[in-house]
């Protein structure tokens, strides 16, 4: 079953707006990852934030975890075209000794020029 | 630096014919992991690997799903026989031990079963 849930499921925007994705789960985590996909190819890492983090920044991208209400969001601002793609978010556990990830359904972002 | 390497990129048999991914991951990356993705049932972790070492296949759907890890740079996911509901694009990833926790992905493999 999907751990993480994304929202929105699809949002458009214009250019230059900020994008703001939200991930909500339902248990304990160690980590949760943001990572984008673009049409046609795989996945590709973006941010990490740990459990004990409660917000980290990466270029134009901002994060949040609120693990009390076990619940992060994905911040994309000043967005470009090229920020056309969707978004994950994979929550990770310990399993086993080894790191577990479960992914969302994922955002569908949309850039207009 | 190469990424993760899968081949073919897309593949399209029949029913009941016998369909074989591959993977090459990242140098030096000790974990793989198998995804599968459709528009369902999105992202779902399918098998992984340490060390070359099966450590969690309870994702693997049925016995017609195979996955090996012969040595360290290469792998494979076999599905005998095929059907069509196992279309889908199925993703290999590799990630290292320690490090940033990331998994990097390949390009991933579009199967269709007619």
């Known amino acids: 079953s999907q751990q993480g849930e994304e929202d929105p499921q699809a949002l458009s925007i214009q250019e230059g707006e900020n994008a703001t994705m939200n991930c909500s789960y339902k248990t304990s985590i160690n980590n949760l990852q943001w990572y984008r996909q673009n049409s046609g190819r795989g996945l590709v890492h973006l941010i990490l934030i740990r459990s004990n983090e409660r917000e980290k920044h990466s270029g134009r991208l901002r994060v949040t975890l609120d693990t009390s209400k076990k619940s992060s969001s994905l911040l994309i601002t000043a967005s470009r075209a090229a920020d056309t793609a969707s978004y994950f978010c994979a929550t990770a556990r310990i399993i086993q000794g080894a790191q577990k990830l479960v992914f969302g359904q994922g955002t569908r972002l949309t850039i207009n020029p | 630096d190469a990424g993760v390497i899968q081949s073919p990129r897309h593949e399209v048999t029949e029913m009941g014919q016998e369909v074989t991914l591959r993977c090459k991951p990242i140098s030096g990356h000790d974990y793989l992991f198998w995804y599968r993705q459709t528009m369902m049932r999105g992202l779902e972790l399918l098998i992984y690997?340490?060390?070359?070492?099966?450590?969690?296949d309870s994702g693997m759907p049925e016995d017609r799903f195979s996955a090996k890890m012969p040595n360290a740079s290469f792998s494979t996911l076999k599905i005998q026989p095929s059907e069509p509901r196992d279309s889908a694009v199925y993703f290999c990833?590799?990630?290292?031990?320690?490090?940033?926790?990331?998994?990097?992905f390949g390009p991933g493999t579009r199967l269709t079963v007619l």
């Open positions: 990833a590799s990630r290292r031990t320690g490090g940033y926790n990331e998994q990097f």
């Open positions: 690997f340490n060390n070359n070492v099966p450590i969690d």
